[in-house]
């Protein structure tokens, strides 16, 4: 069993950076791909980024590629997800995952994912 805290969520201006964490208790992440999803009110979760077990290969929606970054320090057990240039429809809450079945993957679908954390909200103001 893994345990996922996400932290690091609040409220920012927009055009502004946060960095969001994700830690793990219970096993090492060393071997899961994780993800980064995210869940506006009245809207589905849907994908942010993800990285392979490695870091080798991450993937990104294409909302946010080139102002978001996935990385991963599996030494520490955790996942980071850089967030600059926000915008106020970044305005979510946060959630990592880790996925068992497909650790060199970079899945972007919820159903790969066997662990979520309780989630971090992000608020972005205009």
């Known amino acids: 069993q893994v345990q996922l805290v996400e932290s690091g969520g609040g409220l920012v201006q927009a055009g502004g950076s946060l960095r969001l964490s994700c830690a793990a208790s219970?096993?090492?992440?060393?071997?899961?791909?994780m993800g980064w999803f995210r869940q506006a009110p009245g809207k589905e979760r849907e994908f942010v980024a993800t990285?392979?077990?490695?870091?080798?290969?991450?993937y990104y929606a294409d909302s946010v590629k080139g102002r978001f970054t996935i990385s991963r320090d599996n030494a520490k057990n955790t996942v980071y997800l850089q967030m600059n240039r926000l915008k106020p429809e970044d305005a979510a809450v946060y959630y990592c995952?880790?996925?068992?079945?497909?650790?060199?993957?970079?899945?972007?679908?919820?159903?790969?994912?066997?662990?979520w954390g309780q989630g971090t909200q992000v608020t972005v103001s205009s």
């Open positions: 990285v392979s077990w490695s870091g080798g290969n991450t």
């Open positions: 219970g096993r090492t992440l060393s071997t899961y791909a």
């Open positions: 995952a880790a996925s068992i079945r497909y650790p060199s993957a970079v899945p972007t679908v919820t159903s790969a994912y066997d662990y």
